[in-house]
């Protein structure tokens, strides 16, 4: 089906006023305050201890004078363990939730997301069960 020179430009000049009529604005890049701070602890070697204060820490030397979004730290497969903190900070602290021994990652949410290394949580010396003395 042969498509005449008419129906090209229709569709092209609708295509365009459809897109210079949407909301959609377009903002320079260096007017968002992207931030992407490299996330220094939690490293690889790091244990955090269940029902005890954790803090993660990140590079702030590149951080610009104004970040326009709210930070989180989010544990994977729990969920948010802190929020509403200034990323120009460097570091926060939380209590580390009650969840599975085992292997986790976070991420540090601000203008930009980035994942820690995995690392490891364990139960607490209180959490562990002590095995039953023998029944005599």
């Not at 610009?64 to 903190?85: C, M, Q, R, W």
């Amino acid at each position: 089906m042969a498509h005449s020179f008419a129906s090209v430009f229709l569709t092209l000049f609708c295509l365009l006023f459809v897109v210079s009529a949407s909301p959609l604005s377009l903002v320079a890049k260096s007017a968002l305050d992207v931030f992407v701070p490299r996330i220094i602890k939690p490293d690889a070697s790091t244990v955090w201890v269940i029902g005890q204060q954790a803090t993660v820490v990140w590079d702030t030397s590149d951080a610009p004078e104004s970040i326009s979004n709210g930070a989180s730290v989010y544990l994977h497969n729990f969920g948010t363990v802190a929020k509403d903190f200034d990323l120009r900070a460097g570091n926060v602290t939380f209590l580390v939730p009650y969840v599975l021994p085992g292997s986790y990652y976070i991420t540090l949410f601000g203008d930009s997301g980035n994942y820690s290394p995995v690392f490891t949580i364990v139960a607490s010396e209180t959490d562990i069960a002590k095995p039953e003395s023998d029944a005599a």
